[in-house]
């Protein structure tokens, strides 16, 4: 056989280093093993072996028991005969119609007292109806007479404060007149030719009463009968009156009226 001979190759490359990923690895794996002998190490120190229970012991308790004998059935009572159905005794004809008739009396006499009572209810009725109107009757009659007591008071009041406002007109007239008062009034001379012919009548004179109390102005009224006129002048004229005084000043009255009356004796 004939042989080839080659020549040797020798490879040249470098040999490649271990990777980053391969270091990290490793060193997992290392801590890993370190924490677990770690671990190990401090289960060995510390470990204490307590002492095993004590086994509980089982105790069986026995009782005797006696039975009682059995008891031996009575035999069954004998089943009494049922009495034979007796037929209802038919009732006397005599007795049912007296009772029938005590019955009829029976309800007789409760429908009597029975209407009794209902007239006595109505009777009661009644005179309750006849109580309640009396009450309602006095007390109209005490309410109207309260009303014309006080219609009386009220009609009293009234003319209580007429006559009081009437006394008090009167006394400020007069209060009012007795500020110019007559001092001196001298009645009038009758006409002889008025009592030649048997004349009576009246004269009113209106006229001024100065602050001096003296009249001024006499004058008479219309109605005046010409006969009486000129005594009624010259008796008014002759008046003398006290003036009246108003805030401490004598002042004048006007409109002063007298009248004068004729008459025949």
């Not at 470990?47 to 059935?73: I, K």
């Not at 602050?211 to 004229?237: I, T, W």
């Amino acid at each position: 056989m004939s042989s080839l001979a080659m020549p040797a190759v020798q490879d040249s490359r470098p040999l490649a280093l271990p990777s980053l990923h391969w270091r990290r690895r490793c060193t997992a794996l290392g801590a890993t093993l370190a924490l677990h002998l770690g671990l190990g190490a401090l289960l060995l120190t510390h470990w204490q072996v307590g002492e095993p229970p004590a086994p509980l012991v089982s105790t069986v308790q026995l009782q005797l028991l006696t039975l009682a004998p059995p008891v031996v059935p009575e035999p069954p009572a004998a089943i009494p005969e049922l009495p034979q159905p007796v037929e209802p005794a038919q009732p006397d004809p005599a007795i049912e119609r007296q009772r029938l008739e005590q019955a009829a009396l029976a309800r007789k006499r409760a429908e009597q007292q029975r209407l009794e009572q209902e007239q006595q209810r109505q009777r009661e009725t009644q005179r309750r109806e006849q109580e309640r109107q009396r009450r309602e009757a006095e007390v109209r009659e005490q309410l109207e007479q309260q009303r014309l007591a006080e219609q009386r008071e009220q009609a009293e009041r009234q003319q209580a404060a007429a006559a009081a406002a009437e006394r008090a007109r009167q006394a400020e007239a007069a209060a009012a007149s007795r500020e110019f008062l007559p001092i001196a009034k001298q009645a009038p001379t009758y006409p002889q030719r008025a009592l030649d012919k048997g004349l009576e009548g009246q004269c009113t004179v209106r006229y001024r009463v100065n602050e001096q109390g003296r009249v001024e102005n006499p004058e008479a009224e219309p109605d005046c009968h010409p006969l009486f006129v000129r005594p009624s002048l010259n008796a008014a004229k002759s008046f003398r009156y006290q003036p009246r005084v108003i805030d401490g000043r004598a002042v004048a009255v006007e409109s002063v009226r007298n009248t004068f009356t004729y008459r025949i004796e």
